[in-house]
T-cell receptor
Framework: GESVGLHLPTLSVQEGDNSIINCAYSNSASDYFIWYKQESGKGPQFIIDIRSNMDKRQGQRVTVLLNKTVKHLSLQIAATQPGDSAVYFCALGGSQGNLIFGKGTKLSVKP | DSGVTQTPKHLITATGQRVTLRCSPRSGDLSVYWYQQSLDQGLQFLIQYYNGEERAKGNILERFSAQQFPDLHSELNLSSLELGDSALYFC?????????FGPGTRLTVL
């Protein structure tokens, strides 16, 4: 079946450094991938998405990389700020239009 | 603010009881999704409605049911509650593609 895994449950970075959060998935038929950010006490917030016909997509300070060969997805955050502290989830579009979420990586930014 | 609203924000109840969680999607969004977030299971898809009709089902227990009304708001009904049902329940809405999540309802079953 479809599943999504995260490599690291926690990540601590220095303010101003770049952050890289990784994710692996099992279903090679998946064609839609999304990163969400969840701050404490709030719902998941869309960050960036990518379709399987692309291998890279950039947003404001964020970049998503997709490697379909090894079924790996990563989120890069440039110049990480204290406001980036949150739990980050990768998700893939399921066969029913739902989202299948990974377990999440908690990003802590040290000042 | 995602534009999706959920009430109540917190709900405390006892085992065996029944509760109803409410969700109002973003204006114009026809799809509503319900998710459960617990510490051990993470974010799990429960059920989707599209314009009043059930569209997809995930890991939803038989004790749980949902509906979407003509004004597109949705309700998730949880009955015969067990301690293990304590979790955050999120709804999300979408037009096409991107799903926007509400702030969630935190359910505590004592």
């Amino acid at each position: 079946g479809e599943s999504v895994g995260l490599h690291l449950p926690t990540l601590s970075v220095q303010e101003g450094d770049n952050s890289i959060i990784n994710c692996a998935y099992s279903n090679s038929a998946s064609d839609y991938f999304i990163w969400y950010k969840q701050e404490s006490g709030k719902g998941p917030q869309f960050i960036i998405d990518i379709r399987s016909n692309m291998d890279k997509r950039q947003g404001q300070r964020v970049t998503v990389l997709l490697n379909k060969t090894v079924k790996h997805l990563s989120l890069q955050i440039a110049a990480t700020q204290p406001g980036d502290s949150a739990v980050y989830f990768c998700a893939l579009g399921g066969s029913q239009g739902n989202l299948i979420f990974g377990k999440g990586t908690k990003l802590s930014v040290k000042p | 603010d995602s534009g999706v609203t959920q009430t109540p924000k917190h709900l405390i109840t006892a085992t065996g009881q029944r509760v109803t969680l409410r969700c109002s999607p973003r204006s114009g969004d026809l799809s509503v999704y319900w998710y459960q977030q617990s510490l051990d299971q993470g974010l799990q898809f429960l059920i989707q409605y599209y314009n009043g009709e059930e569209r997809a089902k995930g890991n939803i227990l038989e004790r749980f049911s949902a509906q979407q009304f003509p004004d597109l708001h949705s309700e998730l009904n949880l009955s015969s509650l067990e301690l293990g049902d304590s979790a955050l329940y999120f709804c999300a809405s979408s037009a096409t593609g991107e799903q926007f999540f509400g702030p969630g309802t935190r359910l505590t079953v004592l």
